[in-house]
């Protein structure tokens, strides 16, 4: 057997890849024929979007009808006090309500994060060799 398996295998110096292993078994692909596979079409798609529409359509049961607290329609002649930035300015808006110089939390703290940030992947982390 050994005599046989070195025949078949010749070691080529210009190869950079080798055999490992043979291993004995079967795959479980062997015998099937298309006949026994399932096809992807009608039956995964199917079952894909029946469960996205599900998942969708949930939420937007409790949407439709489960009230929310909302608050009397938006005038242009009264203002809530205080007056709310969006979500994403409520940072500033905070730094801003601490001053008394708005310019420094308003426009040079965001300036100076924007400009980390947009330095960040030009900053070498690798350590210097000696």
Request: cysteine-free.
């Amino acid at each position: 057997m050994e005599k046989d398996s070195q025949s078949t295998f010749v070691k080529d110096p210009n190869k950079t890849y080798g055999l490992m292993e043979i291993v004995d078994g079967t795959s479980p692909m062997v015998e099937k024929a298309p006949e026994d596979t399932v096809e992807t079409f009608p039956h995964y798609i199917i079952l894909l979007t029946l469960s996205s529409l599900g998942g969708h359509i949930r939420p937007a049961d409790h949407f439709l009808f489960l009230n929310a607290p909302l608050e009397e329609l938006a005038s242009p002649l009264v203002t809530p006090n205080p007056g709310k930035a969006p979500w994403y300015f409520t940072g500033i808006q905070e730094l801003i309500h601490y001053t008394n110089k708005p310019v420094i939390p308003a426009i040079i703290i965001p300036l100076l994060i924007v400009a980390w940030l947009v330095l960040i992947p030009y900053v070498d982390r690798t350590p210097k060799p000696r």
